[in-house]
Nanobody
């Protein structure tokens, strides 16, 4: 059974940092584009950051609202993807989801981890 499991969410004060982790199992994600999405209450799910496979250059992409604050990275040996989140703002509060996708293959989603930014 293929799974993505996120961890690292929690409650943090504005200006603080969190590091989200996502571990994959059941298949190798080495050729997959990995990404983090988030969904705030009453809003649509949005793409936060993505990273292509190393064979595709390992390029990263970010939504404008997190550029300069968030960093996505991957460790193919561990089948993991990370999201380092710095200078967190209340508007970053959401459930964060790990995603894996590639052409001609099924997409995979994690169950989500809650991030709450509040004083």
């Amino acid at each position: 059974q293929v799974q993505l499991v996120e961890s690292g969410g929690g409650l943090v004060q504005p200006g603080g940092s969190l590091r989200l982790s996502c571990v994959g199992s059941g298949t190798s994600f080495i050729f997959y584009t990995m990404a983090w999405y988030r969904q705030a209450p009453g809003k649509q799910r949005e793409l936060v950051a993505s990273i292509t496979s190393n064979t595709s250059g390992g390029s990263t992409n970010y939504v404008d609202s997190v550029k300069g604050r968030f960093t996505i990275s991957r460790d193919n040996a561990k089948n993991m993807v990370y999201l380092q989140m710095n200078s967190l703002k209340p508007e970053d509060t959401a459930v964060y989801y790990c995603y894996a996708g590639r052409s001609h293959s099924q997409d995979y989603w994690g169950q989500g981890t809650q991030v709450t930014v509040s004083s």
